[in-house]
């Protein structure tokens, strides 16, 4: 973004602590509060920014250049879904950048990164030193902050204290391959778009609803088995949601979890979670498999986690992060219950753990 002279538009990212990262905006003019979070992935960024679970965060993207692949048009596949992204629009609130590329090529581009995000109304800044940026992030944990672009300053605010989930949520029921042999209920908390594709692909067909439907007092809802969705903020809020996988649960329903779902599905049993100091959110987080011992590269995006020492009996660990030890999914040891705290449906080079599709539909059966 440009002054009335041609040159840059000002803009800083200031920390709840004080701290001032000086840059230029490069997206919409205006000012924004959130959670300061970093994410490593080297490429990505329109996935990332339609994330749901971005939904109340300022994201830093550690990658030295963003921007130089622009952004993909809007292409749908068969079934209405964008091709290209993980929702309907941009979810995170700003974006902090080293340095931006304002020369974009690619063969799918439509258009630039900047214009991508005046258009969705984003503030964006580059020229900040994103490394020790994420440094500070990295000793101190998440931090709340802001964007302030120009002279329209804002006052922080926690999105934590909100249900983001609500706030990303689809506000209908939605019917999605309706012709497949296998019903699904997706509880949509913040669902990203390739979960939905991967059900589909397996012949599923799936019915989304909103993350406080009812969806046992539906008595037209026919369905073998439920998955819930990955989504934004503290897993407590969705009170509604936890208390419907709960009634589920005494039915022995199959369930999947993903990411947030996983906490859900810990809280629905009785366990509890808490917020990490900083959260895993890259496209290269190691995964072991209990059972097997197999280590894993996966995709995450999360801020909390599920405490295992609070789980009741009958619940085992499927995965446990190989850097910190937390919890990556559970499973029950008698019931057709199990979660991922990673993402099954990812595709940032080993799509390794999409055998968890597989494993869900298996216990249907």
Sequence with gaps: MTGNNGAALKAKLVLQDGTIFNGFSFGAGKSVPGEVVFNTGMVGYPESLTDPSYKGQILVLTYPLIGNYGVPGGSRDEHGLPLNFESEKIQAEGLVVAEYSVDYSHYTAAKSLSQWLKEEGKPAIFGIDTRQLTKKLREKGVMLGKIVIGEKNVEIEDPNLRNLAAEVCTDEKKVYNSGGKRKIVLIDCGVKLNIIRSLISRGCCVTRVPWNYDFLADKELDFDGIVISNGPGDPKMCTATI???????????PIFGICLGNQILALAAGGDTYKLK???????QPCIDTQTKRCYITTQNHGYAVNMKTMPAGWEELFVNANDGTNEGLRHKTKPFMSCQAHPEATPGPVDTAHLFDDFLGMMK
């Design 243 to 253: 208390r419907n996988v709960a009634a589920a649960m005494k039915e022995e329903r």
């Design 278 to 284: 900083y959260g895993h959110r890259s496209q290269n």
